[in-house]
């Protein structure tokens, strides 16, 4: 830190286990990745490449590499895996992941219908070759998944062999945990939490709204998804109570005094 | 491309006649061009320089020396040509355009009223020195122009030498093509369609829901643009189907299986 | 200029008394710092690194001394200043702004309630060290100030030794002078003009629509601030009438011609 604040929050640190941001890259330039890393890579946790966008960018294998040497853990969006297995491609893509020497994968069914079963079967599978992170909830918003639904399919997915469960809400924010205009979904949430740790779950936040929601009701060590890499700096000023949204929230209770 | 997916929709190659994607460059640094053109000049085909803002950078030279190594077409914005005939300027473009050895140039009357006659007559004009590409529809929300004069604003520009017509949207997508909340005005969308062939028009369409829109409609090969430059590799998924938006959508009728 | 248009608005020159973009920076890169200045340096006047983000980010005296290089100061947004005074720590804030050499601070009470002769007495105290700006209004939406209260405040903060006075309105541009829906505030911000000199005020307009306004309302040279460092060049067209929105505003009266 640059300079000394009394009572500000602490927070977890490198590798965490909780108060983990996850950074959706989708379709950084490799300078623009090592300009992100400059100024957020300790604050950054882990990094999705947002859905299928690495079958399009051309400095794939680069960029990778890049993030490898941050000691930053990357894996490809779950659309990938399921553009994958739609064309009955599992293979190819676990070949893909070995040719990448990627060592996390994202298991989602967020675009087309699975069987619940043959989803943990791959998290399974997955599981013996990488770190599998899966998520539950549906891209489409008419799909409207019941709380107890989504903490059956959490808890079938830690059990296959999952890492962390993620929580869908598109890189716009307003589906899965979400209302249309960006709301949480305060009862599913709280009772989600009734049943699973929250330090399995990350929650997809991509809107400043949500993650002050989620740091107001988890603390400044909740983990969240989604983030953009413009907004990692942002987010950790949330965690520590040292931005508007989060200002009074951290200092309630403290005994404090304004003078000269 | 890093890896091979099956029943990939087929897309143009450059240059591109059709599937153009035209980007909005509004002030980007020589270093952000550089970024930007590393990771998505590939799926690129033309950059327009927004408006006027080729008066206020100080980059333009370098900019467009950067652009062209690239084998990428830049054309200042139409804002700029009209702000040059407002004034009686008209000539003063001319040279402009020649000192900086542009090839393209917009011809638009997105915020002024000019008699279209005298409109065709710049295009033709303009065509003998550079090629043209101008621009139907106002800036103006409140001027709605019915379908009908759409067509045939387009079609006298198109036979007075314009290479292709851009449909207005603005940077923010809120007027000319769509409503206030930047919904597609679907009927005049199609009846354009059933009079001016698709390949002659660039559809511009800076929100992400109205590029899904166009790619459901038109296809992989729809030109659009006002693409925001870290917009180009999303939309490219999009266009492929390997984004949610459009991943059910070119899958409709193939028979696949979701096996192990 | 590249190249020369008739009719346009004369802009002040640097140091500009009027006519002040204020750029937040909330936790650009050396590079992105670099790139920024590159292209819209001449069109910067101060640059506010916003709330606390000085805390999280890892490259703040290299920062510092990149923008000092190009002759733009810096400061610390208010909610720093306010997160060291609610704990007691004013003589560390004074001893932290030694230690980076700054030459201006805000003084602002966004997220916390302070006596406001107590709020003038900090001013005075900084304003011995370096130059004060310091903001009015609050970043909590609820708290609504009358427009006389507004007038008081500025008044009295300007006698205490402000620079100038800020008008709150967050990175969002939704609280303080604008509603939730960012509508400017139109009878708050004429009554203040009555008041107190323009020159004097700095307006927070991150939101186009809202710097399009206060261009309309008091001329190219109006002091704007909280704009994103990539929109100071499409800013600086709105001011010299170049971009649709401004566009015929400044060609009023005038009595021009359009002609082949």
Partial sequence: MNYTLKHVPEREIK????GITMVMDKGLSINEVENFLSV???HTDIVKLGWATSFVTPNLAEKLKIYRQAGIPVYFGGTLFEAFIVRGQFEDYQRVLDKFEMEHAEVSDGSITIDHELKCEFIRRLAKQVTVISEVGS???AKIIPPY???QLMKAELEAGSWKVIAEARESGNVGL???TGEPRMGLIEEILTQIPQEK?????PQKAQQVWFVKLLGSNVNLGN???AEVIPLETVRLGLRGDTFNHFLNGLDLD???
Same sequence: chains 1, 2, 3.
């Fill in 40 to 42: 957020a890579g300790d």
């Fill in 139 to 141: 891209k489409d918003e």
């Fill in 149 to 151: 639904k989504w903490i």
């Fill in 258 to 260: 304004i003078k000269l």
């Fill in 15 to 18: 590798p965490r286990g909780k």
């Fill in 227 to 229: 983030i953009a890499p």
């Fill in 178 to 180: 979400y209302r249309g």
């Fill in 201 to 205: 779950i990350i929650w997809e936040a």
